[in-house]
Structures are given as structure tokens and as C-alpha cells.
Nanobody, 127 residues
Framework: QVQLLESGGGLVQAGGSLRLSCAASGRTFSWSTMGWFRQAPGKEREFVAATSWNGGSTDYADSVKGRFTVSRDNAKNTVYLQMNSLKPEDTAVYFC????????????????????WGQGTQVTVSS
């Protein structure tokens, strides 16, 4: 069982930065692919970024590539999402999710792959 808790959301002006954190409990974190997803009002949940169990593989949605960076610290059971050059269209609730996948070298984009989810943190970017 993995429990996830996101933090770091807030209100920021366009062009600004935020760093989201996702703290995990449970012994399987180090073997889990960790993903970030977001959901804007009236829209489906969409993939943002993911990192494999050891950080060796990462993937980003085209809409955030070059602006967002996903990283993890397995010693702290925490995954991060650094968001720079934020745009109003980045406004959404951001969720972290865990997919127990030891040894995986490819990370998944489908929410269906992920077994555990946090409650989400709101990010609002004003124009």
C-alpha cells in the first residue's frame, strides 16, 4: 500500500515558477514509477510527466516539455515537479500517482497504469 500527499500548489503569475512535491509512504516507493497528472475543470485527467523507479527514464507531455522537470529522491520517498515559465493553461489540480514497476525502463502515460493516487494540489496561473 502506498499513500501519496502532494504539496506546493498555489497561485502564481504567468511566467512564474512552482515546485510541487509528492511525499509517499510505504516501502514500495523506491520501486515505483511516479507520474504527475493534471485535471482542469471540465476536462479529462491528462498526463504531465513521469519518472521510472530509479530516475533513469523520464517522459513529458509535449505541452510541458522544456518547462517542467520531474525528479525524485528515493531516500526521502519524494517526487518533485519543477514548473517554470507557467502559463494560464497550466491551471489545474495536479495529482501524483504510483505504479509499482521495479526495473521498468519505460514509464507509462495512461492513468490506468497507476495504482495509487494522491488527493491533488491546486495550481492557478493568472495572466
Amino acid at each position: 500500500q502506498v499513500q501519496l500527499l502532494e504539496s506546493g500548489g498555489g497561485l502564481v503569475q504567468a511566467g512564474g515558477s512552482l515546485r510541487l512535491s509528492c511525499a509517499a509512504s510505504g516501502r514500495t516507493f523506491s520501486w515505483s514509477t511516479m507520474g504527475w497528472f493534471r485535471q482542469a475543470p471540465g476536462k479529462e485527467r491528462e498526463f504531465v510527466a513521469a519518472t521510472s523507479w530509479n530516475g533513469g527514464s523520464t517522459d513529458y507531455a509535449d505541452s510541458v516539455k522544456g518547462r517542467f522537470t520531474v525528479s525524485r529522491d528515493n531516500a526521502k520517498n519524494t517526487v518533485y515537479l519543477q514548473m517554470n515559465s507557467l502559463k494560464p493553461e497550466d491551471t489545474a489540480v495536479y495529482f501524483c500517482a504510483a505504479d509499482y514497476a521495479p526495473g521498468a525502463t519505460v514509464v507509462g502515460r495512461s492513468p490506468n497504469r497507476y495504482d495509487y493516487w494522491g488527493q491533488g494540489t491546486q495550481v492557478t496561473v493568472s495572466s
